[in-house]
Nanobody, 122 residues
């Protein structure tokens, strides 16, 4: 069974940066994609970015230019670098995995992490 462990969330001041980590383990297929998502209180979960073996796929959204996805194959870890954080970035951030390539729809992802809280103070 696949497990995803997220880390790196916390409290940061507006304009600051955080780097989230997502480490998948257990029952991984040879080819898989990992995406980052976020959900603010009272809002739907939204996709931020996804990365697969072929490279990066960034979903069109206002976060482009501030949030960057990357991976370290030696550590089997995917990162989400968040720069220029704003109070409206406050949310629970999730990573999720699916076999194959990136997908834009949330139901396409089969395994989810527990989420990590990011709070940006003004």
């Amino acid at each position: 069974q696949v497990q995803l462990v997220e880390s790196g969330g916390g409290l940061v001041q507006s304009g600051g940066s955080l780097r989230l980590s997502c480490a998948p383990s257990g029952g991984l297929k040879e080819t898989y994609a990992i995406g980052w998502f976020r959900q603010a209180p009272g809002e739907e979960r939204r996709a931020i970015a996804c990365i697969n073996r072929d490279g990066v796929t960034e979903f069109p959204n206002p976060l482009k230019g501030r949030f960057f996805i990357s991976k370290d194959n030696t550590k089997n870890t995917v990162y989400l670098q968040m720069n220029g954080l704003k109070p409206e970035d406050t949310a629970v951030y999730y990573c999720a995995l699916r076999g194959g390539v990136c997908a834009r729809t949330i139901p396409a992802y089969t395994d989810w992490g527990q989420g990590t809280q990011v709070t940006v103070s003004s």
